[in-house]
Structure formats: C-alpha cells, structure tokens
C-alpha cells in the first residue's frame, strides 16, 4: 500500500506547525496569535492579500529556473547573483528606454536584456560544468557572491541616480511600470510568472527538448549513451534557468520598485530553493507552494514588526517543514520495501 | 616464523550459492606457509567469490574452514585480518589523496595519535629485506600501480599477516612490474609467507606457483603440486592446464551445436576497423591499433578476461568514447569522427553490458525507454511535442512482438527482471535499419531460459544478414555462435581464429597470455 501523495505532503506541513507552534511557544510568543496574525495578514486583508500575489511574481520565476535545473540535475544555487544582475539590467535600461520609445516595447526590450544578462552571468560555471565537470554548486554559489558584488558596484558607480542622495538607480516612473491588475494593487508581473512556470512544467513533462534535459538529470550515462550532446544541455539549462532568474529581477523592478538600490538583496532564490523541493520540481505544486510561502512572508514581514518574531521565521518553518518532509519520505520508503517480499 | 609447508587455512567442501548460481561447488584446498597457491580460472570459475570467503566477505553456505586445524567462521574482514589473512584486491584500496605513511596507518584506533616513528621503524625492518622501501612521505595518487601494490603488500605484512591473498595483481602492470612482483611474491614464500595468488595468465601460474589449482565453473577441477611443477617439462604442464581449463565438459546444460564456419560470409566486409586507437586511462587499458572486419550475417566473437578493453572497443565503435586514431567503416560510409546519433542512424547499434546503468533510465517507463535513442523523432514526436497515445502504441506493439513482460507501458524499466531489460534494450536497438549490432556480454546475469533466448536472437539476427560482434567472457557462448572469435589481451587483438575444432584450446591459449 502506498501512502496519498497529498497526506505526505500535508501531513509534514501540519506537523511543522506543531514543531514551529512549540520553538515560538518556548521564544515566549502564543503561537496561535502568531499564526492568526500571519494569516491575517498575508491571506484574509484585502492589502495582504494583495501584497502576497505581488510577491509571488519574482518568485515563480525563479521557481520555473529552479524546475529546470533541478529535473536535469544541475544545482543552480546562483539565482540570487543571476537575479540581482537582471534586476539591475532592468533598473539601468528602463528609464532610458521609457523615454526613447513607447512603455510596451521599453519594458519587452528591459525583459530581454535582464534575461540576457542573467544568462550570460551563468556561461562560466555552464561551460566548467559541461565541459570541465567542475561541480555547479560550487562554482554558482561563488557566482553569486561575485553577481551580488557586481550589482552594488554598478548601482554605486555607473548608474547611479545623480538626483539622489541615498545610492540608487534612477527611478522608473510609476505610469511606466507593468501595468496593474484590475483595481488592485497587483502586479501584471504575477500573470508572467504564471505563465513562465506552467511553460517550464509543460516543456519539462510534454516537449523533447525537456525529456532530453530530464534523462541527463535522471542518468548522465544513459544520455551519454544515448548519444544526447550533454554539454551543449547543461549550457542550455544553465542559460534558461539563469534567464528565468534574471526575469525574476526585471519583473520585480519595473513592477513593484522601480528601482535597485544599494544593497537591496532580498534573496528569493535561496528561499524558494526548498519551495520547490517541497513541490517535487512539479509546476503546478510549485504554485501553490509559492503562494502559501508567499502569505508567509508577507504576514511574517507584518509579525515582526507587531509581534517581534524575527522575519527569518518564515525560513525557519519552511526548513522545520522540509526535515519532517525528508523524515516521512524516509519512513515511508522503509515501510514499504518491508512490505515486498 | 612458522615451520615450511605448515597448513594454515584448509578449505574443505566449501559451497556457496547464490540465486540462480553456484559459486563455489564443494571446492577443497589447503594453503601452507612457504607455499605460493596459484589459483587458476576463467571469469566466473568462482575465485572471486573464493575470496570473499577467505577475507571474511561472504560466509560459505556448507563445508568448513579450518584455520590452524580448527574449525573457523571467518566473520568481518576484521576477523580475517586478525587470523592473518591479508589481501591486496585487484583495484588498489588505498586513498589516493593521503600520503603513503598515512594510508599504512589507517585502521589504528581513532583515540590514539598516529604513531609515525614506531611506522618507519617497522616499515624499514619489514621492506629492506624485500626491497619495498616506499617514500613513507609520498602522496599515494603519485606513485605507480606497482608501487601502490607493494604498499599494499606492506600494509598486509605490517599487520602481521601470515596469509597473503593477491587478487589478480598483475593484470595492469607493465610486464617488468610483473616480474618485480614475481620475486617479490618468491621472496616472501621464501620467509614463510602463505601466498594466494590469482592470476589469468598461465606462464605466470608456472613461474611463480608452487601449486596450482584449477576452478571452473564453481568447481576444483585440478590440482598440480610443486613435485609435478618441478618433475615435468613447462609445455606439459601448460598443455595440462589449458585442458582443465578450457577442455569440454560433457554436461553442460547450455552446449550448443558448433557453427560451421563459412568463409563467403567474411568476403563482403560490412564492417571495416582499421588501427583503432584510445588511450588508457588510469585502471583502464586503452585500445592499441584493432583492426579487424565482419561479414554481413557474420558473428565475430569477441574473447578476453573481463577489463582488457573490450568494453573500450565497444565504446569506441558506438561512439561513446573518442577514438584518437584510426578509422571505422560500415557499409559504403565512413563513420569515424560520427556522433553516436549519426552512427545510430547509419545502421550500428550497441546492446550495452551495463544495462541498468546506462541502458535504460531506470524510473522512466517502458514506454519511454524504448525511444530513448530516437527522443524528438517523428512521428512520436511532432514538432518537438511528445505524442503520448502514438508512443504508447508504438510501444505496445513492440512489448508484444519481443516479449517483454511488463505490467504496463507505463511501468518504470527499473521494475522489470533482467531479462525483460535486455528484451526491451533489444526492441529498442533492432527498430529501423539495424545493419551491424554489438553485443555486450549479452547474457551476462540472466537466468537459463532467458540465457538460450538471447543466444537464439543473435542467431536469427545474423541468419537475417546483419552482422555481430559478440563481446563475451563465456567461451562457451562464444564457440556456439560466433563464425570467427577474436581474442582481447590488454587492449590489443591477440589473434583471430577460425571457430573451427581447434578453436577451444587456441582461443584459450591466446586468453591467457600464450601464443594461438
């Protein structure tokens, strides 16, 4: 017998709550106001909810880039460096190109330079892993840390906004940014997150292209001897998931903030990195799982203001969730070759 | 030090199975100190399993080991190195990234500190007399196969072993190597040493041995002791050995009538290599200038112990691994420098040995398993898009035609026994216009039944006008299907024979390093 995908999936979220309830109870905070707070929030305000949707832009973008990686079995850890060059890219790029042309091509052209850019940032650890087999784990994650560097330099020295004290890129103008949904305070960037995660799930599920990238990940020598090009693959996954995060920063910049400034790191990548493990690389759990982890942030952004829980909370509970995940799986795994003969 | 010629271990009938094999079949001997115990056989005779048991691997199923004259249940490795059996396994097990002193100090007891000054001490006292003086200081990755393997043997003497077991030791070293190891082996019989020694090679056997003991199949099939080594002529005792080895059994389950050799078949070349090239690599041998061909409807046998580059040549045909000189001819079209895609199409497939690792992806389904090669193609695939009921279809028609026995298309490969794995890898390779297919020990790990099928689809394959190259240790397979076999010694064709009468003993002598 094997156990309903959907209860190993719920039933760790529910435990952790528990698990997470008991460390806030002990950091002497009611875990039940704190909950209700969260949800209060992130979820049942019109202005939370609102917030949370924004939120999930960036996001899924990045989630559709990690799925990619992922399901080929390259560990692009570097989205964070990938996103913050794409964020600038757009930041650089979008007043200008507002004031050259008209808003719908200024932003399509800021789309393609950010994704450009990001991708262009992950050739050096895409050419040392196919080609060197150098492991991309490393090499991204010092990438990152070059990429974020590199972002404050040019935030600091090149395009930075004269008119401004604070260090920052000039600002995009509000009637120029992605339009908003309706009467909401939502972002049009949510529609092209959506879009981007259920075209990834599509062409990793439907599409050759995809099958491809997923027998490298699932058996490197069985490609081989398939006669798959693995390394011009592993070049290809590499520039679409970086491309995808370097939307990610265009879509949060000529979106929400119109700007980067110095320093602006909000590491997404890194914390979406176990939302899509809890998702299993699926895209369409990938969205609900980055829509609970969005209420999350956003009520846990509020709670530390109000309640005084720090804001990490939120990545302390999505790790608490991931372990009891592993330990159900584990367990299940065990019970049921028990079971064979 | 003991006595000369005093029994240290004395195997009696000891058996063992394993599903659907008999390792070991009531095999008796008895190693005496002083003593070199040479022990002789194909792949699969059992030696490896042997020692397994001796170095407290696996525990016999019946009979009894008796260890100074008792009874004993050899139960870790840890046991066996403290009853004084050492081994030194054919692929070194040292840390190639830690230096010499550190690798002869591993397995001390984690709470003390390294003890470096008693180690150069002993090492000296123990290696100048053999002449294994390492430099204690040297990484291990720096030095030599040979030298690795003199390490090893320093690691077994430092750890007081009186038996020493050296599995297949020589069969990556340069033939002055051998002969170092040679005296090295004669020098520590000579200081009362016990010496297990496994070996392929026949004039080794004789060179180094004091007794010899021949395994086939699982089971002792012959003993010389060191009075006939010494009493008889080298050539007769060769021939002996050959005999034991590679004679005929009257019983053999799996027999086959003897194809008749046909010599038109090999008129019309169909395939074409000429001076293949690759380099070794680190525990690999390379291929040095292969040249051979194949007749349409030809079966090219392929002979070798398992690891002298057959797999490479293999490779190396498919295109999986670059060739760096030489060229390969199939049909009308040179295929040298193709991708293994291009020479796919042009006619040339590869049923690969490793089939769970690189012959299907395990969690995939079936279905998809069959296209692996042909992943984009129409119409399965149209315009990139996966047509789902097409391929499952498609897929069902092949499941039925070759049999495989699957609960679904749907169902991963990995579930599947092995012998509906090479079933499927077969409906795979033989779609659309296969001309030549190698076959990579293609009944290697399947039961009797599944064993007779495969063999009888290489039959009817060739019988259709396709040519084979059969890569095979079982020399019995070989001889019942192949029109010529060719012999594989240390990544060079040794010789090619008829498979005529005469094939057995020639194919055998070639196998072990003498001339057909």
Redesign the interface.
Known sequence: MMVPRLLLTIGPIIAALIIAGAVLAVAGVNPLSYYAYVLQRGLLSPGGVQQTLTRMAPLLCIAAGLIIAFRAGIWNLGTDGQFLLGAVAAAASGPLLAEMMPVGLALFLCFVLSTLVAALWSLLPALLRAYQGVNEIITTLMMTFLGTSLANVLVKLVFLDPATTVPQTRTLPVEDRLPRLFDTTVTSGLILGLIAIIAVHLMMT????G??L??VG??P??A??????VPALTVAVFALSAGLAGLAGAVDILGVYGNVRTDWDPAYGMAVIPVVFLARMNGFAAIAFVFLFSILSIGGESAARRLGVPQNFTLVFVAIVLIVLALAEYYTKRISQSREP | MPNANQDIIVLDGVTKRFPGVLANDAVSLTIRSGEVHVLLGENGAGKSTLIDMLSGVQQPDDGHIFVDGKPTAITSPRHALALGVGTVFQHTMLVPSLTVAENLLLGAPWWQRPRKAELRVRAAAIGNNLGITPNLEALTSSLSLGQQQQVEILRALLRNSRVLILDESTSMLTPQGIEELGALVRKLAGQGLAIVFITHKLKEAVAFGDRVSVLKLGRKVGEIDAGQLRSRSETTIISDIVELMFGKRSDDPEGAVQRSHSPEKTANALLEVRDLYVPATPGNHGLESVSFSIGQGEVLGLAGIDGNGQKQLAEALAGQLPAVAGSIRLGPAQITGLSVGRRRAAGLRYLTDDRLGEGIVGDFPVAINLFLKEVGAPPLWRHGIEQRSAIEARAGELIRQYDVRTPSPRTPAGRLSGGNIQKLILARELAFGAKLIIFNKPTHGLDLANTLAARQWIKDIAAGGMGVLLISTDLEELLALSDRIAVMSRGRIAGIVDNSGAARMAVGRLMTGLAA
């Open positions: 439907r599409t050759a292209f099958l491809r997923r027998i699932a058996s020598r069985a081989l001897h398939a006669g798959l090009g």
